[in-house]
């Protein structure tokens, strides 16, 4: 009783509210929350000889910015910073992979069905630093996601094709669709626990590459800040030969609540 005659029950309420919202967000593509996720990725038995060690570390920003009343635009941008030793037989290389931008023109409000959607362009740059860290290629295309949201659910599909139509001679074109099936559940405690694939097929060569990701995060606060932790393990169930077989994911996002 004194705790609410103090004003403390509703401020602790009202807190509670904004943490469940903020993790709801966190599971949707297209929020318009920005955040910053540092995807540590580490993948072993790659390479022709299966003998390869990968480190990927993905800076992902995520900017929302706002257009009309209705419509805001979803900035996504993936930079990848790898190391590996032996994907490529007897060899190392470390350095900057080619970024990946995607921009989302999405409705503000959840649309009939409370469905969540947002399209736009993709670009792939060739930002490589050093030769077998990325396709060294210029290409755009195509992207969109689709979801819905309810009782702790989120469900939906990322999409994007890459064609290439620029860039070194050296390497082979892009003509690449990717596809992320997602699923997560989310608990009254900000617990997420996940699962999707991140599926690329290649018209160039006509394979499949299907790792399968499952993960639980936790969403929590270090000195005021909101921050989401994200640990789980990848499985390549299908790829080239040079694909991984296995690996291990740790995300840490930032997140700067409007």
Request: aromatic residues 12%; negative net charge; contains cysteine.
């Amino acid at each position: 009783m004194l705790m609410c005659v103090l004003g403390i029950a509703p401020a602790f309420s009202e807190q509670a509210d904004q943490n469940a919202e903020l993790a709801k967000e966190l599971q949707n593509p297209v929020a318009a929350l920005i955040s910053v996720p540092l995807q540590s990725n580490f993948e072993w038995g790659g390479g022709p000889q299966s003998k390869g060690f990968r480190y990927l570390l993905n800076f992902q920003p995520v900017i929302p910015f706002t257009l009309t009343e209705d419509w805001n635009l979803i900035s996504r941008t993936i930079v990848p910073f790898i190391h590996q030793d032996d994907v490529i037989p007897n060899s190392s290389q470390g350095g900057i992979g080619d970024i990946v931008q995607s921009g989302f023109f999405s409705p503000k409000k959840p649309g009939p069905g409370g469905l969540i959607w947002g399209a736009g362009p993709v670009f792939l740059l060739p930002t490589t630093t050093e030769r077998g860290l990325g396709a060294e290629k210029f290409g755009l295309g195509p992207t969109a996601v689709v979801l819905r949201q309810e009782s702790g659910f989120t469900y939906g599909i990322l999409f994007n094709h890459i064609v290439s139509i620029g860039g070194t001679r050296s390497t082979p074109d892009v003509n690449a669709t990717f596809l992320q099936p997602f699923l997560s559940y989310t608990t009254q405690t900000y617990t997420t626990f996940g699962l999707s694939t991140e599926s690329t097929y290649d018209w160039e060569n006509a394979k499949w590459t299907v790792p399968l990701n499952a993960s639980v995060s936790q969403l929590l606060k270090l000195g005021g800040q909101p921050v989401s932790l994200q640990l789980g393990p990848k499985l390549y169930v299908e790829g080239p030969r040079s694909a991984a077989d296995w690996g291990m994911r740790f995300t840490v996002t930032l997140l700067f609540p409007r």
